[in-house]
């Protein structure tokens, strides 16, 4: 059977920061699920559920809560759909798609993460994101201890959302496999200006999978070569109405449509407020792209990571009327 270790968020996460874990221990199969939730709760710890770690900021405190992590990585091709366990790295099943020829997620290449987490964050890129393609789930519910599935409407996705990051679901369950139904053959579309100087007429999967790659490798930080979670901040929503007077005021401004209202770019706000390349406490302000807050000396804290976020954040409001929300999630602050 498994055995309960000590880890650290130091270890375990893509910012390379966070305090020590008491109570730590990894699962690949539904009786392992089981098993660890029945030792959390012998031990009346609450669960936390953490896959690769890529989008989380973790204080420096010692957690002395029970870190379960699903490692399994089976998955079987079924027609048109492909189930992956929940351990298995994100970008390995868009791999695998690309190899057989399943359109639908060769945008959201190199995407850092889990099969396990990419519902819970519902993530996007280059005009995909996986609620395009999702089925179902199968996840453990923790509390009642029995497992359950949620299909597409259950899951209640929105713009890097969905009902697992809402108060009442958060941390409620351990996701085990995924299922998402893709399009053979399909005609490929470049809605992306940044990713048409990349690719040929009449792209491949392939060649718009490495295309995404290459330029996620020129515009974005390696978290292997320094600590970063990604995205910090979503792009904000705005009605017509601060749209338009953002234009009036602003010609260059990246603003894109969006269900009945806009987004407006939160790197453009970020970069144009002066925060692009600029650090504090060992923290900064990605030089690559303005969304990405790294732990720029390696030696930064957790909370000189907040600390920058907020005062972006303040700055930001300050001028030009927006707030910014987190898109990273924060853990035992």
């Not at 009786?31 to 559920?49: N, P, Q, S, T």
């Not at 079924?78 to 690309?98: H, P, Q, R």
């Not at 889990?114 to 519902?119: C, F, K």
Request: hydrophobic letters at 35%; proline letters at 2%.
């Amino acid at each position: 059977m498994k055995k309960i270790t000590q880890n650290s968020f130091r270890d375990i996460t893509t910012f390379h920061l966070g305090g020590e874990i008491g109570f730590y221990v990894e699962v690949e199969n539904a009786d392992e699920v089981k098993w660890a939730i029945k030792e959390a709760k012998k031990r009346k710890l609450k669960i936390f559920v953490l896959g690769d770690g890529s989008d989380v900021l973790a204080s420096d405190m010692n957690f002395d809560d029970f870190v379960v992590k699903y490692i399994g990585k089976k998955y079987h091709i079924d027609d048109n759909c492909i189930t992956a366990e929940a351990g298995m790295k994100w970008d390995d099943l868009v791999d695998l798609s690309v190899e057989n020829n399943l359109q639908g997620i060769e945008c959201l290449s190199g995407i850092p993460g889990t099969v396990g987490a990419s519902p819970v964050q519902n993530i996007g890129a280059y005009g995909q994101e996986i609620a395009d393609t999702f089925v179902s789930l199968t996840a453990y519910d923790i509390e009642n201890e029995k497992s359950v599935t949620f299909n597409k409407e259950d899951c209640r996705f929105g713009y890097r959302e969905s009902i697992f990051k809402e108060k009442s679901h958060w941390q409620k369950y351990i996701i085990v496999d995924v299922t998402l139904k893709f399009n053979k053959n399909a005609k490929l579309k470049i809605n992306y200006e940044s990713l048409k100087g990349y690719v040929k007429e009449n792209p491949t999967l392939i060649d718009v999978r490495n295309a995404v790659l290459e330029v996620r490798k020129t515009k974005l930080e390696d978290p292997n070569k320094v600590g970063n979670a990604g995205s910090f901040f979503k792009n904000p929503t705005i009605d017509i109405e601060q749209k338009e007077k953002l234009q009036s005021k602003y010609s260059d401004i990246k603003i894109f449509p969006f269900e009945n209202k806009f987004k407006v770019s939160a790197a453009w706000l970020i970069e144009k407020a002066g925060w692009k390349g600029k650090t504090h406490k060992g923290v900064g302000v990605s030089p690559k792209h303005a969304l990405i807050l790294i732990n720029a000396s390696g030696k930064a804290k957790a909370e000189d990571v907040l600390e920058l976020s907020e005062m972006i954040t303040t700055d930001i409001y300050k001028k030009f009327g927006i707030k910014l929300e987190r898109e990273v999630q924060l853990i035992n602050f």
